[in-house]
């Protein structure tokens, strides 16, 4: 998995094992861990099949700037955090890994998870029978669209 161009453009349609585009996210975590609400916030994505979890680790920087990475499924069940079953546990590379918690400061932790969207799937399957292909996807972050949308209102 290729973690330098986020952004890149993407050819890729659903394989014929049924998996479309994934995407990655990088999120910042309290120092004391991941907060079971948003990992129960996660589960009910994945319950309602708006999402499929394919991988998920939890890394953190010590102060001396050491990483540890841990597989959810790893963690030590005194944290109170629900179960996840991710579908491909270890799909993330410990050299993506490793580059991406460049961005972390010691003494911080973060999780790294990668989903798959079902809708996005399903609209890949069908672009493909139809002999369609999707050419580029790009992520607008939420704070560029609610300032897009203040000014439109204003």
Known sequence: MSTTEPSAPSTTVASPEGH??????FVALPATGPDPSVVEAIADLVARDTIDLVDIVIVAKDPDGDLTVTEYEDLPDDQGLPPLNA??????????????AEQLDPGTSAALFVIEHVWARALADRLAASGGRVITTERIPAPVVNELVAILEA
């Open 20 to 25: 479309g585009p994934v995407e990655l996210f």
């Open 87 to 100: 579908l491909l546990s270890g799909l993330l590379a410990e050299d993506d890994i490793a580059a991406i």
